[in-house]
């Protein structure tokens, strides 16, 4: 099954630091990749514009009964990420538990455990604040359109606040409904000299230059083994009982299809991936799982020309301090550089304002490029509209730099080097999908229903979503499966003859040959199962209703298929209503007949609570718009009566924007009216439903 693995916890703050030169641990809770890249961000910018000497560590690895052990000198920078309702990360969640309490939303810590803080070799301890020493900075990501905002690092700074410990500077709350990028520069600002101030580090010495982390050796072609680690991430032999973000399960995809018909700029796909039962992998109903996608062969080739390197060169990549020690990021050795930039970093974002600042400034020779580069450190309005708005690539950046450089000075050839990307880049991390199939239904099988994007930026440019045209791609080359014949594994030029044989607009640039096909035919994604709180009521016969338009389908789908099954093995099934919504019904009522005939199913197996239904808000089929809110409002009568009286349980999947909160509104407007209650008691009651077990969302923005 699905499980954590046991981390050495033993491990020692304090003396890591020590060990290891370092004043500050930057500790992250991270569960897309974004904290932990932001701490590795804030490392960069304290080690070369402040002369501090951080280091980003995982919390799982990590005590937190030795955090009383850091001393006047050291200090410890919380970014810790909130998820789901309120939730920590998975790496945090063990500190979360031991520091705030497993009872979420309460303001006090009576849940807390009594910690055993370790005492300091020497130095006073307070039992009564046994953090008295120590120090905090803290940056949270969040997201105001959820209910319990930024509620990790609010909760875990709280706590340690009580317990002793001194925040210094400002407690950062980044946004990911506005500009959390920018959030993050803000609090940077002040917090830095703080972080100086508060353990006597002078930030006006003068500071180290950049020297990449990792140093990238050529091999010798003819010794290094000619295999390619496509799509491995940590993939051990044998199959080990847990499989997660460092344990992947490469599961072969069995089906791939467009559902409904494909318009300019969306289409949705429907992905099947085997669980095989000797994979040891299980899933439940309502959990998600994460794909670790693979780069575009454009995006990669595009890089590998702006740095003139050869894409299948065998490399090694070692630190730099420690050349004995390989660069975890990149498992395999040999590796190549087109294998490193398929597999293990994000090439496609934007490169941010400190890295411009700190990495490629300092590589800059002529005038013109100085002052562009320094303008887009300096200035968040002129780096909005220069990159972050066209969504420029790294690739893009660079060789805009060397145009500029060259231009000024024709006789001078600017080199970046591979190795800074280590430092420039994020790693490539997975993308989550909330499951759309049934482990009751389809124990052996995970399926996913996504939204392909294609969209033009402000440049009029289009740019892609790496991962869900990864699976658009898999549509295209599974749907021709038949139409080739015994391929070598790993084959560019047969996936080219594939996918060139298409007029489709989406296939073009979601072309990858870095998706594995194995010598009989399998196409394989790297994946992991992640277990969501998001589950059907135990009891088969409490109803529910469910909110989900677009793709937040995709849970319900599951939900739908394992309530008729239920009802056709004998069990009573309580009303089970959909609400659904999408642009054209014609266009884009995905599974149309498989959820009618189910819901059908349901109504005639259980035939005393005969009112499951599915209701349709098609939005763009009629002049005005008519969203799942507008259908909710006309059927209040019988939400109200099911959600307040009948104890149904209530489930919102989607993006997160704006519907949450129209939906939450919609319901509220419903007490109101039926209780004939005031605006404000109705959003009370609401609230304390919205903390119930009869309450759920799954959202993403
Ligand atoms: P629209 O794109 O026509 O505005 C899935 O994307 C469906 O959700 C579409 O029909 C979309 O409509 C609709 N949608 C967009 N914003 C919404 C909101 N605030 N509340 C409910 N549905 C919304």
Known sequence: GVGRKVMNTDRDVAEVLRENK?????????????????????????????????????PDMYSVETLSKLDKKQLLVLVLATTGEGEACDNMAPWFGQLVGEDLFTEDFEDAEQIEFEHPEDGEFDEERPLANLRIAAFGLGNTTYEHYNWCIRQTVRRLQSLGAQLVGPLGLGD???????????WKKV?????????????????????????????DIDKAKDRDDVGKLAIGSGAPAIYDSSNVYEAVVTAAYDLAVPSRDRKFIHVD??????????????????????????????????????????????????PTKPCSLVPHSPSTYASVLRHYLDITMPIPRSSIKYILLPHAHCDAAINYLTRLADDNDYYHLQISDPYKSPAELLAHIISIETSADPSYTPVFSFDLLFDLLPKLSPRF???????????????????????????????????????????????????YTSPSPYSASLLSSITNSHSDPYLIHGFNTSLRISPDNQFKLPIYIRPSPFKLPTDPSIPIIMVGPGT??????????????????????????????????????????????????????????????????????????????????????????????????????????????????????????????????????????????????????
């Not at 974004?34 to 280091?55: I, N, P, S, V, Y």
């Not at 917090?191 to 050796?217: F, H, N, Q, W």
């Not at 998600?288 to 080739?301: Q, R």
């Not at 549509?475 to 038949?482: N, P």
Request: hydrophobic residues 35%; contains cysteine; proline residues 3%.
């Open 22 to 58: 370092k004043n500050v641990a930057i500790m992250y809770g991270s569960q897309t990749g974004t904290a932990e890249d932001l701490g590795k961000r804030l490392a960069q910018e304290g080690e070369l514009g402040f002369g501090l000497d951080m280091m980003v560590m995982d």
């Open 176 to 186: 990911d409904d506005g500009d959390l990028e920018n959030d993050f520069e803000e």
């Open 191 to 219: 917090a830095l000299p703080e972080i100086c101030k508060a353990i006597g580090v002078d930030s006006t010495a003068p500071k180290r230059t950049y020297e990449s982390t990792y140093v990238v050796k050529e091999l």
């Open 273 to 322: 991936l085997a669980l095989p039962e000797s994979s040891k992998m299980t899933y439940k109903t309502g959990d998600h799982v994460g794909v670790y996608p693979a780069n575009s062969e454009e995006a990669v080739n595009e890089l590998l020309q702006v740095l003139k390197l050869q894409p299948e060169t065998k490399i090694a990549v070692v630190n730099r301090a420690d």
């Open 433 to 483: 999908y909330s499951i759309s199939s049934s482990s009751l239904v389809h124990p052996s099988t995970v399926s996913i229903t996504a939204s392909v994007l294609l969209y033009s930026n402000s440049d009029n440019v289009q740019r892609f979503g790496t991962t869900t045209n990864n699976f658009n791609v898999l549509k295209t080359v599974l749907s021709d499966r038949d139409s």
């Open 552 to 701: 937040g389908l995709a849970p319900f789908r599951a939900f739908i298929h394992e309530r008729s099954l239920q009802s056709r093995s004998g069990s009573s099934v309580g009303s089970t209503i959909l609400f659904f919504g999408n642009r054209n019904k014609d266009a884009d009522f995905l599974y149309q007949d498989e959820l009618s005939l189910l819901i059908d199913q349901i109504n005639l197996n259980s035939p005393s609570n005969p009112n499951s239904m599915l209701i349709t808000a098609f939005s763009r089929d009629q002049p005005q718009k008519v969203y799942v809110q507008h259908r909710i409002a006309e059927h209040k009568d019988m939400v109200y009566d099911l959600l307040f009286n009948r104890g149904a349980y209530f489930y919102i999947c989607g993006d997160a924007k704006f519907m949450v909160k129209d939906v939450v509104n919609c319901i509220i407007d419903c007490l109101a009216e039926k209780r004939a209650i005031d605006r404000d008691s109705a959003t009370d009651i609401f609230n304390r439903f919205r903390e119930s077990d009869q309450y759920y969302e799954d959202v993403w923005s």
